[in-house]
């Protein structure tokens, strides 16, 4: 009895395949979408050495692409070997290979281009009298035409003969985008190289050469500046700089997360990981962070040739360089901000969009009073800022000449002087730029958790006895966890031990923590003791357990504090580090300008 197999494929011989195929075949890795043309000959440009590269897009990349660049060009004699596969300029050997400089390298981008759209080649080379131009869709001859020197290269009806590939493109204006993305990330690499980009013949960007910083500033926006903290470090043979952003500013999407190495725009598992790690401490949950890294090594350090889109890189020694990056980006993170408030109000006077809203930490969220709304209204909105910037300085309103002159020490005191609290929640401040809002009860975690680990660090978390042990119903598992991680607790400052079956005692709390809800702090723990599950995992999560004692300190909001508390307060936040975001990524505190109070009462318009 034979079961109802279908029959076996009729086999056909093995053939070598036409060179047209391969190219089409290889065109699948290199070519995903008109992006990926703009950005490999955006390489192309670089790699000759352009100061100028102007971009033209039809349907978003799919009827046209045009580049234009003013780069060293193709001498005449050359043009036709550009859109050959495995041709290049740029390598002739092995040793090269290892130690590429340039974008490009594999010779196969214009070829694989050429496979599946129309190409067309003008390039004037240095020193020629004039261009020419190739155009293999109308005969193959050469033909003279005019140009400065530079080379345009013309991409038409991209996957007009795989129309299979052609039915993944999306909407017109999601492939423009796209491609915009892809300008946008040789912008960044190359501030000094001019770049304009028309879409339908509508100009869309316009860069100047400019400084990294007026580049970051053109491409992303202003707010990336404001929102984001300089890092510059050397580590051995690694320079890494860039910005990394503030975690109040991150967001739900990792859309503002850039790495270049050595130039070339990667998505590298390696600086992913690092950056997590780094931000592990002040984001909560799975926020985005913001973060523009520039990665310089040695060549030889790193392997660009392991993917045909050159977007991954392999290096050399990653365990290096993930520590130097994770230890950079977490002292950027670390720098305490508070001091540059009076010098420029910049990185906090205008809260990202993105923020969270602000949270009252009582159980029941109270209804905002109209005031507290008003300022929600322009935390949140961010418009105020907008027409801000483009505000021409004007003069000081009455109110500056009135206002007392703040204290002398301002300097020394950035976050100024307190002058009350209101709903018991937040602190008022008067700084040298204007108002200070501190959020009471996160800044005050934010000093007891950083202590707490200052502490813990020293190996011993100061404990305070409880005049009365303050006992509380436990399940089996938590009186296990007490007993089995008894000697972890005590490190951390805390004492818990076993009244009868079901029932669990707290002896001694965290000195900072002294006045909380012993029997709460201590569930927390315990909960998060038994999610970490054996003892000896729980090293890792010592940041994580920390800040879960921080969250039961007894400073919580609704608590009346007189104006030396309330002084001491800011001072201990100007001492502490990462001040400005509590444990969860919130801010503590913000910055309103007198120029956005006055905005707020619509004065001097
Ligand atoms: P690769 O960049 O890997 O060398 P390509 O297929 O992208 O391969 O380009 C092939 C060759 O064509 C390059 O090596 C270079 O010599 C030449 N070329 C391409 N684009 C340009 C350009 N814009 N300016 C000068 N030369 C170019
Ligand atoms: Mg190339």
């Not at 703009?38 to 009827?63: P, Q, S, T, Y």
């Not at 799975?286 to 991954?312: C, F, G, I, M």
């Not at 290096?320 to 980006?329: G, N």
């Amino acid at each position: 009895m034979t079961a109802a197999l279908s029959p076996l494929p009729a086999r056909r011989p093995i053939r070598e395949l036409p060179d047209t195929l391969i190219s089409q075949i290889a065109a699948g890795e290199v070519v995903e979408r008109p992006a990926s043309v703009v950005r490999e000959l955006l390489d192309n440009a670089l790699d000759a050495g352009a100061r100028r590269i102007e971009v033209r897009l039809v349907a978003g990349g799919v009827r046209l692409i045009s580049i234009a660049d003013d780069g060293c060009g193709i001498p005449q004699d050359d043009l036709p070997r550009a859109l050959l596969r495995h041709a290049t300029s740029k390598i002739t050997s092995l040793d090269d290979l290892q130690a590429v400089e340039t974008m490009g390298f594999r010779g196969e981008a214009l070829a694989a281009i050429a496979s599946v759209a129309e190409v067309e080649l003008t390039s004037r080379a240095t020193g020629s009298a004039h261009a020419w131009r190739l155009a293999p869709a109308e005969g193959s001859a050469l033909q003279p035409a005019a140009r400065e020197t530079g080379t345009t290269v013309q991409v038409r009806e991209l996957f007009f003969k795989v129309p299979a590939r052609r039915r993944f493109l999306k909407s017109a204006a999601t492939e423009q985008a796209h491609c915009l993305d892809a300008v946008r990330r040789h912008a960044l690499a190359r501030p000094k190289v001019a770049f304009e980009v028309w879409a339908d013949g509508r100009a869309i960007a316009h860069w100047p050469a400019a400084d990294l910083q007026q580049r970051i500033a053109d491409v992303l926006g202003h707010e990336f500046l404001d929102e984001s903290l300089p890092l510059d470090v050397r580590a051995g043979p690694l320079h890494i700089s860039g910005r990394v952003g503030l975690p109040s500013a991150a967001r739900a999407r990792g859309d503002r997360q850039f790495a270049w190495v050595n130039g070339r725009f990667v998505r590298e598992r390696t600086i992913q990981h690092a950056m997590r790690a780094a931000y592990a401490d002040v984001l909560h949950g799975q926020r985005q962070p913001a973060w523009l890294l520039r990665l310089e090594l040695d060549s030889a350090l790193v392997d660009a040739n392991v993917h045909p889109a050159k977007t991954e890189v392999r290096f050399r020694d990653s365990a290096a360089v993930h520590q130097a990056l994770q230890s950079a980006a977490e002292r950027a993170l670390a720098a305490p901000r508070a001091a540059h408030a009076t010098e420029t109000a910049a990185p906090t006077d205008a809260p990202p969009a993105h923020r969270a809203p602000i949270r009252y930490p009582h159980a029941e969220e109270r209804p905002p009073s109209a005031a507290i709304a008003e300022l929600r209204a322009l935390w949140g909105a961010g418009g105020a800022r907008e027409t801000e910037e483009r505000e021409e300085p004007r003069p000081a309103p009455a109110f500056h000449e009135e206002a007392t002159p703040p204290p002398e020490s301002d300097t020394h005191q950035p976050l100024g002087r307190a002058i009350g609290q209101i709903h018991d929640a937040f602190i008022l401040a008067e700084n040298r730029t204007g108002l200070v809002i501190v959020d009471m009860h996160a800044a005050h975690e934010r000093i007891v958790y950083e202590r707490l680990k200052a502490q813990y660090e020293q190996r011993r978390i100061a404990s305070q006895a409880l005049l009365v042990a303050v006992s509380f119903a436990a399940s089996g598992q938590e009186a296990a966890c007490a007993e089995e991680c008894a000697e972890l607790l005590e490190s951390l400052g805390l004492r818990i031990s076993q009244l009868a079956p079901g029932q669990l005692a707290v002896r001694a709390v965290p000195a900072l923590l002294a006045g909380c809800d012993a029997a709460a702090l201590a569930r927390a723990v315990l909960a998060e003791l038994a999610a970490h599950g054996e003892s000896r995992h729980i090293e890792r999560a010592q940041n994580e357990l920390l800040a879960t004692l921080a969250c039961h300190t007894a400073v919580r909001a609704g608590k009346r504090l007189t104006l030396p508390e309330m002084d001491a307060l800011l001072r201990q936040m100007e001492a502490c580090e990462r001040a400005d975001q509590c444990n969860h990524g919130r801010p503590t505190w913000r910055q309103l300008s007198m120029k956005e109070l006055d905005a707020l009462f619509w004065r001097g318009r």
